[in-house]
C-alpha cells in the first residue's frame, strides 16, 4: 500500500489550495482516506476523511466550510479542496488510510504517505 501526497506550497492568507493524495498497491474499497497535518511543534491532528466506498466524510470543526475532500475512483485519488487559507492552516499535511469508520486520531490509519508542506503566509 503506497499514498503519495502532493499539492502542497506557500500561499497568502484567503488564497487556495488543492492537495492530492494517489493510492496504489491496493483495493481501497474497505478503507477511508484521510488527511492530518502537523505544525511545528504540535501533534498530528485530524483534518478530515471519506470513506473510498459510498463517499462518507468527515472534518474537523477547525476547516469545517472551508475544506472539502472528495475522491475520483477512476485515478485512485483524494483531494482535499483548502479555501479561505488562514496563517493557522500552516503545517505538514499527509494522507494516511484507515478503517471505514473514519477514525479521528493517526494510530488507527494503517498507511501513510510522506507529507507534503502547506505554508500560509499573513
Known amino acids: 500500500v503506497q499514498l503519495q501526497a502532493s499539492g502542497g506550497g506557500l500561499v497568502q492568507t484567503g488564497d487556495s489550495l488543492r492537495l492530492s493524495c494517489v493510492a496504489s498497491?491496493?483495493?481501497?474499497?474497505?478503507?477511508?482516506i484521510g488527511w492530518f497535518r502537523q505544525a511545528p511543534e504540535r501533534g498530528r491532528e485530524f483534518v478530515a476523511a471519506i470513506t473510498w466506498s459510498d463517499g462518507r466524510t468527515s472534518y474537523a470543526n477547525s476547516v469545517k466550510d472551508r475544506f472539502t475532500i472528495s475522491r475520483d475512483s477512476a485515478k485512485n485519488t483524494v483531494y482535499l479542496q483548502m479555501n479561505t487559507l488562514k496563517p493557522e492552516d500552516t503545517a505538514v499535511y499527509y494522507c494516511?488510510?484507515?478503517?471505514?469508520?473514519?477514525?479521528?486520531?493517526?494510530?488507527?490509519?494503517?498507511?501513510w504517505g510522506q507529507g507534503t508542506l502547506v505554508t500560509v503566509s499573513s
Open positions: 494516511a488510510a484507515g478503517h471505514p469508520s473514519i477514525p479521528l486520531v493517526p494510530y488507527e490509519y494503517d498507511h
Open positions: 498497491g491496493h483495493t481501497f474499497s474497505s478503507y477511508a
